[in-house]
């Protein structure tokens, strides 16, 4: 029987010979099993050793040999096996526990000399390199002749970068590695992400920087990325239109949109409640959303778009007069949260009802709304604002619409009360 583990060999004499080795965890597989061309009942039982330094692997004799077993932790997959001599303690950890018992009934009843089958035991041969090796976790791929054809990407993979490799699509070799946490597939040509791209359960930061997206990838914001997602670039693509979605990614702590051709953050960007970095250099934004105010971030970098600052603050536009039907039904639709898609309604009036715009009091408004800008101090919410046109300068134009001459009276007269409301 083979046990694939992290092992590390402590010396009971060094401390009383005063002196301290510095702990030493392997990769190793601990096999027992009796010498190749030992024949019989005759053979003597060894447990072998063997880590990747020491394939050929070191073996110790086992019956009347074991001291003590400590398994106070075995569900977790760790144990000690104290030998009587040499005298060493054997430190099992991160092993399967079921298999981890498994070995351990095994050694109990070879240490009292009690016979075993001859199926659990193993021939004492050295382990094979992949046995031995650690299991690898990150992979880097930079050209295209390093990427993977013949052969598999390694199961065990938590980090995986293929860049510069003129991919079009996802590989679906690299759906299927369920490990993975950081996936990095920057610099190549993909403009879509495949359906299963949501089965990555365990993927908590995704980089998609210079490639082909046109929209925002919408699997992305979907459960159950978008519990996990913490870490999110998509710099250098053609982004024009960040959705309403993005704010259900409840995690986000760090947002890069570099280089793209947007316009308008998401009105309800301030629900991104741990995002502490954003950066959106080089973009179209002309106003920041009302909502912006509620986020508390770190950093904020929003160098090279064309911030339209008003001298004061003021209404760009005003159309407060008495609704239109088609207003009217398009607040209540929106208000009452109906759902709606191009099956039941033309086009044009699906693109009506998604240009709604959220009033502080909650009300949806349409044409019918006034639009108010205000100047914002970010030292009020940023810590570092970095990359800034004018040094020193950190008022933003922030655009907020209202739904009714009331609710700009009131808006106007305390703006910041404004911000307190959800
Ligand atoms: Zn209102």
Not at 56 to 72: A, L, M, P, R
Request: charged share 25%.
């Amino acid at each position: 029987m083979r046990l694939t583990c992290s092992v590390e060999i402590v010396n009971r004499l060094l401390p009383s010979h005063n002196l301290k080795k510095p702990s030493q965890k392997s990769h190793s597989q601990i096999s027992l099993g009796k010498k190749p061309g030992s024949t019989g009942k005759d053979g003597v039982l060894f447990l072998m050793i063997c880590t990747a330094k020491d394939r050929n692997g070191t073996k110790i004799v086992v019956k009347d040999n074991i001291e003590q077993y400590f398994v106070k932790f075995i569900n977790e997959g760790k144990a000690t096996v104290r030998i009587k001599e040499p005298q060493h303690d054997i430190c099992i950890s991160k092993a399967d526990p079921l298999q981890l018992k498994n070995f351990l009934n095994l050694l109990r009843s070879a240490s009292q000399g009690k016979e075993l089958e001859r199926i659990t035991l193993s021939a004492l041969a050295p382990a094979s390199a992949r046995n031995v090796e650690k299991p690898k976790s990150k992979m880097v791929v930079l050209t295209r002749k390093d990427y993977p054809i013949t052969t598999n990407f390694p199961s065990s993979l938590v980090h995986l970068q293929v860049s510069a490799c003129n991919m079009k699509r996802v590989d679906s070799r690299i759906l299927d590695l369920k490990k993975l946490q950081v996936l990095d597939l920057s610099e190549n040509l993909i403009e879509d992400l495949p359906e299963k791209f949501n089965k990555m359960l365990q993927l908590n930061t995704v980089k998609f920087s210079h490639n082909k997206f046109m929209k925002f990838p919408l699997l992305l914001c979907r459960m159950p990325l978008s519990d996990n997602l913490v870490s999110v670039d998509l710099s250098d693509n053609q982004l024009t239109r960040i959705p309403l979605e993005l704010c259900e990614l409840k995690n986000l702590f760090y947002l890069k949109l570099d280089r793209n051709k947007i316009e308008l953050l998401p009105p309800t960007i301030g629900k991104l409640v741990r995002l502490k970095q954003l950066s959106c250099v080089e973009n179209l934004i002309k106003t920041l959303p009302a909502n912006f105010n509620r986020l508390q971030l770190d950093d904020l970098d929003l160098y090279g778009n064309p911030l339209d600052l008003p001298e004061a603050d003021t209404v760009i536009t005003s159309h407060l007069e008495f609704p239109t039907l088609l207003e009217v039904s398009a607040r209540a639709i929106k208000k009452m949260r109906i759902p709606y898609s191009n099956e039941d309604l033309f086009e044009q009036l699906c693109n009506y009802l998604d240009s709604a715009r959220q009033c502080w009091c909650g009300n949806y408004c349409f044409r019918c709304s006034a639009r108010y800008i205000l100047r914002l101090d970010l030292h009020q919410m940023v810590k570092n604002v970095t990359g800034w046109n004018v040094v020193g300068q950190t008022l933003v134009p922030v655009e907020a619409f209202l739904c009714s001459q009331n609710c700009l009276n009131k808006f106007q007269k305390n703006p910041k009360a404004y911000w307190k409301k959800k």
